[in-house]
């Protein structure tokens, strides 16, 4: 055995320092993964004690409700390839367990344009396709080529092509029909050398407004995004949190147009010619709900989208406030909020 395929398998380990809820749930057992042979042991290991894998990256869009009955593997393998490049594009493969905004840095630095507006978001670029990751109107499928996932009940690595991974709106086929079946081994970005910057929200408009866009550059609108993220958000090593705790809902046309008379100022955006997406931070605010705290878990009082967990509580008790909100969201406008972070176990 090769010294890169060991396994270290530990038992009992508390979860707190790698979920950024800062949830106190411990797994059952705990490995490291940081190269792509130690998968199979693992997997095997699994297997005969008949236990359930998590798949744990930053632990930014989870929410582990009490200790994982099961193996975690930590994603942890590194490295960059260039694979293919041309006069117009580089094509990037990332290994999953590489942090993805040192990733952003990494391409701004090589001149790869393409991730500016999805800069400052937490987590590993394993995690990046589950569910599509976005920020001010870009998202992953916009740079994504392709993908490697081991299918853990075969054990063997397919290849997903952007078809193949259904990418929509904050989901994908990794939250669907794949759910917990793929362990995504590297990701392949197709990235431009020529900028094509896209500053279309009011916010991040606003923020690179006094540079002429003719001297407006991707690192410019990666330093804006970075400059107003850090103005509202809250960084998780002070207050726990998971960014925004619901996904955005779309309704129909119809109750479009009832909320807008029963709600003036609903903030909408068109999606088709059906569909309007509702801002869910808009709807939890305007229902009361900013800054309210439920002892040690609180709504964020920057944006009421954000669920905090100031005391370290258990995940249940950021669940017992997110239910809370979601009864008192549907109540109010007959709108059903999905909550954005998966839940384990
Ligand atoms: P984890 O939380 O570790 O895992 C999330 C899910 O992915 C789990 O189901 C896990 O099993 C699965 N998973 C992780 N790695 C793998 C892998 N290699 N193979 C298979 N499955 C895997 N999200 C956005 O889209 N846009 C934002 O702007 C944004 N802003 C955020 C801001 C803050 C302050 C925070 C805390 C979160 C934010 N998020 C945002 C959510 C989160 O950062 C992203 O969803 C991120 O991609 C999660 O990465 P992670 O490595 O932490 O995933
Ligand atoms: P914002 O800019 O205040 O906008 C509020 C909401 O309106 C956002 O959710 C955004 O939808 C939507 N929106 C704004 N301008 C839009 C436009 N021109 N077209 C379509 N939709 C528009 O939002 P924010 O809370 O500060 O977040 C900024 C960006 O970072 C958003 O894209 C948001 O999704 C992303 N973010 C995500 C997380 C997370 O955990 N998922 C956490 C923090 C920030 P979208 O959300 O669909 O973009």
Redo the contacts with the bound molecule.
Sequence with gaps: MRDSERVDIQENINLQPYNTLAVPAKAQHYAEVTDVSQLPALRQFARDRNLPLLILGGGS?VVLREDFPGLVLHMRMTGKTLVQEDRHHVWLRVAAGENWHELVEYCLANEYWGLENLSLIPGSVGAAPIQNI????VELKDVFSELEAMDVVTGEVHRFDKDACEFG??DSLFKRAGKDRYIILSVTLKLSRQPHLKV????LKEAVGAIPMAELTPVAVSEAVCR??RS??PDPADIPN???FFK?PLVGLDQFLELQVRHPGL?S?PVDARHV?L???WLIERAGWKGVARGPVAVHAH?A??LTNPGRAPGGEVLALAEEIRHSIAAEYGVDLEP?PRVYP
Excluded at 200 to 203: F, H, L, Q
């Design positions: 869009n976005g920020a001010y109107g709106y904050r279309t929200y009011p916010a107003i993220r509202k958000l998971v960014g925004s955005n903030v955006y997406k801002a869910a931070g944006q989208l954000v954005e």
